[in-house]
């Protein structure tokens, strides 16, 4: 079965610094989706950044970007210039690549502080 | 155009009660899922669904049971509640097809059983 760990509960960062959250998986597939969402107070689950599996490049999106290790199965997620708007709860995602057996797990979470 | 509804928004069960959580998209999606979310927790997965007839369980199931009649409807029922299954729980779907897309969530639904 697969699996998505997050091992920080909580992190702090300075406002406009730069922050790191971690992310590993355990899965025997090849092809796969791997998701970095968003929850604010407002409980909304908002989407980051995602990466395809398939993709060696690492994806970006503004100041949010993704270092992905496909062997090592690893998937952080990287917050450049952080603002008071970043502090949520964040949660890194993996989807099988379809079919029957399209699940799409959640890790634990990091709470992301944002010292002004 | 709605997305993804929940019903209800709150709910206070006692111990041994039964509901029915409901859950309809209006966006002609194939793959549906139920979440749980515990206070300060991540998201685990209930039941989850690729189509209409077709379900499967999920990595906490045990407790709930799901059906899946039209694409449209994903509705998650408790038999018997019990304090552990204090929590909020979040619908969500996804089109067929095209495996990046993001997750369209309800608002969720906060349960407390007493």
């Known amino acids: 079965a697969q699996t998505v760990t997050q091992s920080q509960p909580e992190m702090s960062v300075q406002e406009a610094e730069t922050v790191t959250l971690s992310c590993t998986y355990d899965?025997?597939?090849?092809?796969?989706?791997l998701f970095w969402y968003k929850q604010p107070p407002s409980r909304q689950m908002i989407l980051v950044i995602r990466?395809?599996?398939?993709?060696?490049q690492n994806a970006t999106e503004n100041r949010f970007s993704v270092n992905f290790q496909k062997a090592a199965k690893s998937f952080s997620l990287k917050i450049s210039d952080s603002q008071l708007g970043d502090a949520a709860m964040y949660f890194c995602?993996?989807?099988?690549?379809?079919?029957?057996?399209?699940?799409?797990?959640f890790g634990k979470g990091t709470r992301l502080h944002i010292l002004p | 155009n709605a997305g993804v509804t929940q019903t209800p928004k709150f709910r206070i069960l006692k111990i041994g009660q039964s509901m029915t959580l409901q859950c309809t998209q209006d966006?002609?999606?194939?793959?549906m899922y139920w979440y749980r979310q515990d206070p300060g927790m991540g998201l685990k997965l209930i039941y989850y669904?690729?189509?209409?007839?077709?379900?499967d369980k999920g990595e906490v199931p045990n407790g709930y049971n799901v059906s899946r009649s039209t694409t449209e409807d994903f509705p998650l029922r408790l038999e018997l509640a019990a304090p552990s299954q204090t929590s909020v729980y979040f619908c969500?779907?996804?089109?067929?097809?095209?495996?990046?897309?993001?997750?369209?969530f309800g608002n969720g639904t906060r349960l407390t059983v007493t």
């Open positions: 990466q395809e599996a398939y993709k060696q």
């Open positions: 966006m002609n999606h194939n793959y």
């Open positions: 899965t025997s597939e090849s092809d796969y989706y």
């Open positions: 669904s690729v189509g209409a007839g077709i379900t």
């Open positions: 995602a993996y989807r099988t690549a379809g079919g029957r057996d399209d699940k799409i797990i």
């Open positions: 969500a779907s996804n089109p067929p097809g095209n495996y990046n897309s993001p997750l369209h």
